[in-house]
């Protein structure tokens, strides 16, 4: 059974940091896609930070510069660093794996997702 368990969300203050981390199966880890979403109540699930398999990133926008996405290849972990923070980055913020082709292995899913973390910011 595949699964993604986020931990590290909460509250900060504007300016602050925090750490997210996603434990992931270790069957899949190593060849699917990982990446962070977020998403704030009315609006559609967004993309924040993703790593390929081979370790290429990409980030929304909104966030360059300021979060970095990493993975513990040895803790079997991803991570969302998430320095100066804003108040619009309030959100729940979802682990994400992808598998980076059509031709998914037999037994597996093409995207898997964890049950999500609060992260607000906010004085």
């Known amino acids: 059974q595949v699964q993604l368990v986020e931990s590290g969300g909460g509250l900060v203050q504007p300016g602050g940091s925090l750490r997210l981390s996603c434990a992931v199966s270790r069957s899949i880890f190593a060849i699917y896609a990982m990446g962070w979403y977020r998403q704030t109540p009315g609006k559609q699930r967004e993309l924040v930070a993703a790593?390929?398999?081979?370790?290429?990133?990409n980030y929304a926008d909104s966030v360059k510069g300021r979060f970095t996405i990493s993975r513990d290849n040895a803790k079997n972990t991803v991570y969302l660093q998430m320095n100066s923070l804003k108040p619009e980055d309030t959100a729940v913020y979802y682990c994400?794996?992808?598998?980076?082709?059509?031709?998914?292995?037999?037994?597996?899913?093409?995207?898997?997702w964890g049950q999500g973390t609060q992260v607000t910011v906010s004085l």
């Open positions: 790593m390929a398999p081979g370790g290429k990133t």
């Open positions: 994400n794996a992808d598998y980076p082709s059509m031709e998914i292995p037999l037994g597996y899913e093409y995207s898997y």
